[in-house]
C-alpha cells in the first residue's frame, strides 16, 4: 500500500509563512501528480495546487501569486509554500498523490493538517 505523511500545519499570524511536506512510501508505483486540497469547517474540499508529471502547474485563484507548490521526485515528496497567509486560508490541507495502476490512475489522500491564520 501507498501512505503519505503530511507535516508542516499549525498556527501562524496574518501575513505569515508556513511549508507543508508530504513524502509518499510504501509499494513501488509510478506518481502522475500530487497536490494539494483544503477544506475550511462547513465547506466543500478545493484545490489548492498540483503539479503533473509533465511539468504542469495548476492553482486555485485564491491563493495564485501566494502558493507555490514543489515536488522532490527522488524522494517522491511535494511541498507547498505558503507566504502573506490570510485568514481566509484556514483550512484542513489535504495532501494526495496519483498512482498509476494496470488501467487506471488511483488518487491517495494524506491525512490532512490544519493550517489556522490568526492574530
Known amino acids: 500500500q501507498v501512505q503519505l505523511v503530511e507535516s508542516g500545519g499549525g498556527l501562524v499570524q496574518p501575513g505569515g509563512s508556513l511549508n507543508l511536506s508530504c513524502a509518499a512510501s510504501?509499494?513501488?508505483?509510478?506518481?502522475?501528480?500530487m497536490g494539494w486540497h483544503r477544506q475550511p469547517p462547513g465547506k466543500q474540499r478545493e484545490l489548492v495546487a498540483r503539479?503533473?508529471?509533465?511539468?504542469?502547474?495548476n492553482y486555485g485563484d485564491s491563493v495564485k501569486g501566494r502558493f507555490t507548490i514543489s515536488r522532490d521526485n527522488a524522494q517522491n515528496t511535494v511541498y507547498l509554500q505558503m507566504n502573506s497567509l490570510k485568514p481566509e486560508d484556514t483550512a484542513v490541507y489535504y495532501c494526495?498523490?496519483?498512482?498509476?495502476?494496470?488501467?487506471?490512475?488511483?488518487?491517495?489522500w494524506g491525512q490532512g493538517t490544519q493550517v489556522t491564520v490568526s492574530s
Open positions: 510504501g509499494s513501488i508505483f509510478t506518481i502522475n501528480a
Open positions: 503539479v503533473i508529471s509533465d511539468g504542469t502547474l
Open positions: 494526495s498523490v496519483d498512482i498509476v495502476l494496470t488501467h487506471a490512475i488511483r488518487r491517495v
